[in-house]
């Protein structure tokens, strides 16, 4: 039976990608990056600070980590909350040990609960990215615009409520968006986002959101959460991933390496210890450029 020639005419052909959002092109075609200081890699931290409400909605789905056993579930909603009330403390003195500085998606709920929390991310210095209103504001196709606009809104003033200057960056929860997010974003004022895990470097899509890329893959839930391994063996990866993109810099240009970290994971008293040793090692490297988001895409949209 022959095949239907209607069969091979896909509208949406195209190299790379089936939309146009942004224009796809290898990493190594790209003029090369140098970032400050003739530094290499540009490590990225990027903390996830989200509050749980205890009956999730599942509307559009549920976000990675919420409840789970029949509700109440005061198991896993005090080991969430863990990480306000101790997880992310110790995040902040290895980074104020470390000399570093990151960024914080934060839930628009945490802004209007723990406004303390707000100051003391303010007075170390470090970058608030907006992380929705809180972990049953998951966004998806299905999800009306106008809903999702008022969404983004809401995560803003939160924030900014609480007197944290208005965020520039984004993080969809679960890193999920509709047909309409970029757009969303875009209009809201927002400079970057980092839901696209497609590459190692910042690029633009065509309304001119930047993506700043942050892997799943390098992140503590994945690696010590759904891959079981040890805080030990994290460390040891992003080591050993600093040392390849390290290398790679030296002819192809500047490299980006993302430390996705949660508070109830990462900072738990097993486990913060080897974390502050690696914030230790890699800042000691000379290659390494400890930068915020909105520090790491300001030099990119410098060379472009």
Request: with cysteine; hydrophobic share 40%; proline share 7%.
């Amino acid at each position: 039976m022959a095949l239907d020639p209607a069969y091979l005419d896909y509208p949406r052909r195209a190299e790379g990608y089936d939309h146009d959002l942004y224009p796809w092109s290898a990493i190594r075609d790209r003029s090369p990056i140098v970032w400050p200081e003739g530094k290499s890699v540009a490590v990225w931290l990027c903390v996830s600070l989200e509050w749980f409400p205890i009956t999730p909605s599942d509307t559009p789905f549920r976000a990675p980590g919420h409840m789970a056993t029949a509700y109440p579930d005061f198991r896993h909603y005090t080991a969430r909350e863990y990480g306000t009330r101790v997880g992310f403390y110790r995040l902040l003195d290895a980074f104020k040990k470390a000399g570093v500085n990151a960024s914080i998606a934060t839930n628009g709920a945490i802004a209007e609960r723990y406004p303390n929390i707000i100051a003391d991310i303010l007075a170390d210095g470090h970058e608030i990215i907006a992380h929705s209103t809180d972990m049953n504001g998951t966004i998806a196709t299905g999800l009306a615009e106008a809903d999702e606009r008022a969404l983004i809104a809401q995560s803003l003033a939160s924030i900014e409520a609480a007197g944290a200057p208005r965020p520039t960056g984004w993080l969809s929860i679960a890193r999920s968006q509709s047909w309409n997010t970029p757009a969303l974003l875009k209009e809201a004022g927002f400079d970057y986002a980092c839901d696209w895990v497609n590459d190692e470097l910042p690029y633009a899509f065509n309304n001119g959101l930047i993506n700043l890329p942050l892997n799943h893959e390098l992140s503590d839930r994945q690696i010590i959460t759904v891959q079981q391994q040890s805080a030990d063996s994290y460390t040891r990866q992003m080591e050993d991933a600093f040392d390849y993109l390290s290398g790679e810099a030296a002819s192809h240009g500047g490299r980006m390496l993302p430390l996705h970290i949660t508070p109830y994971i990462m900072a738990l008293p097993y486990r913060i210890a080897a974390f502050e040793a690696l914030l230790g090692r890699l800042a000691a490297r000379p290659e390494a450029w400890f930068a915020t988001g909105a520090q790491i895409t300001t030099a990119w949209k410098a060379q472009q």
